[in-house]
């Protein structure tokens, strides 16, 4: 595997590519606005194509980063897609964070016309993207996984095969609704202390160690405290995988109330703000 | 401080007074039903006391570690209780987990009668009694603080002046209002995982030690996996305590959703099971 594909080139896909092409792979991009690209082009050297058929075509794999699941399916099922275009044999890796059925969709597509499918949506965030640290999570069949092994590696560090595909975005969900309970247990003890005249920095020493510690409490509840809502994991992105997760059927009443308390912050415009943002629902901010 | 009178020795009491007498302590205890210590009594030599007020008597401190906010109100108020007993100048410790509203009237009665009166509710559990390890989080006057910390210092090893009287029952209050939230999200992750034919045991490798990962994810869910219910932490325990929190005023949404779900569970007969038997309300168990 030598010559990639890369569709969608944001915060996050800017690093993998360059992590990508210091693992030696010749790399080609497109992306939604050429604009914002000008310099990453002229830094990289990597060729630039004008669609998303012209970046697959000829490739020995496609990865796609975008940003919401109609984007993943622009991009694989629209004009110019990537369906149509991919040669055959070659590999179509989504790692967007999107809905499970739709990475079904796009395998079932693909292995009609003789493609290898994986989702392999990542965590890590754009530091982990920078670093090449991210967990990637990987569902297809297992022979594909290994053979796009070295690519994640270039990319990540905790890369697991979750089974079958969709078990990559099944297993993202997981991490989601997950992250969705701590965060408000965290928003919820911090909102309560505060209000009990508790000293925040006291608590945290008290009991981020224990049985109520977590790295939502580690990581977010000192910024909560501090008042910073920079974004290290956009606001707005978190409500499109818990609604995504939500979709999947199933009832999930806490992911339900954290996603509706979300929806209220990013009503009020808050969707830039980082999920620790959460504190400001409870503030009455 | 060398005489103390230890009322409620339970599960938590025992090891509490063996690493007391350790130290170098001279312990009398009380306990509500005296044929549960035949064994203790034998093995330790500890002075049995018939009621809380000869337990309480000519001490230099009392340490309660009763069960329920109406067994603290009793002990220290009732009949024969710690208040009209105790001696000028000792020093009333309330490790109970209870409500910070009672703690404020202990302290005021207290401070009537010219006795030391601090709250220090502690985590841990049983094991963390045993070694010596509990974390004991204090409130009160800082100089009684002071004056108690070698006696802490037997029987745990993180212990923090948390501010005023009430400070470290609000603590322990926020450190139960975090888990309640982390702990769902354990289970909605793992049961959603399920739902989708996830291998659990690689779920929890990709996700435990990223943005999803707690102490209650990395002891706990394993613990769901196999099915394997056994109390580490009562669920009617939890139960009581997340009440005492929402007693305190102040919307805690997802708090008040998860003590519903645990008070299902516990009308079905389940209060004897461990906080991770909450897994079974989203199985429908």
């Known amino acids: 595997m030598k010559t990639i594909g890369f569709i969608g ?33 002229a830094e990289t050297g990597v060729q630039w194509c004008d669609t998303a058929a012209e970046c697959a075509a000829g490739r020995d794999a496609v990865i796609t980063m975008v940003g919401y699941p109609q984007d993943v399916e622009q991009v694989y099922f629209g004009e110019n897609g990537i369906l149509s275009a991919a040669r055959e044999g070659a590999y179509l890796i989504d790692m967007t964070t999107t809905d499970p059925k739709l990475a079904v969709r796009i395998a079932a597509e693909g292995k009609a016309r003789g493609l290898h499918v994986l989702d392999a949506p990542v965590s890590g965030g754009d530091t982990g993207a920078k670093n090449a640290t991210l967990s990637i999570m990987v569902g297809g069949e297992e022979a594909d996984f290994a053979a796009c092994l070295p690519l994640f590696q270039a990319m990540g560090r905790q890369i697991v095969y979750e089974g079958p595909v969709g078990a990559g975005q099944h297993t993202k969900m997981a991490n989601q609704i997950a992250i969705a309970g701590t965060i408000a247990g965290v928003c919820e003890a911090l909102f309560y202390a505060e209000r009990g005249g508790l000293d925040p920095e006291r608590l945290l020493a008290s009991i981020s160690k224990g049985a109520a510690g977590s790295w939502q409490m580690e990581n977010l509840m000192p910024k909560m405290v501090k008042e910073d809502y920079a974004p290290g994991f956009f606001l707005k992105h978190f409500i499109k995988d818990m609604k995504i997760a939500q979709a999947q059927g199933g009832a999930l009443p806490v992911l339900e109330r954290v996603c509706a308390m979300y929806g209220d912050l990013e009503a009020e415009g808050m969707g830039d703000l980082g999920t620790q943002a959460l504190i400001r629902y409870y503030r009455g901010e």
């Open 9 to 41: 080139v944001g915060v996050m896909g800017r690093p993998m590519v360059k992590n990508l092409l210091q693992a030696g792979y010749a790399v080609a991009v497109y992306s939604r606005t050429k604009s914002k690209l000008t310099d990453f082009l």
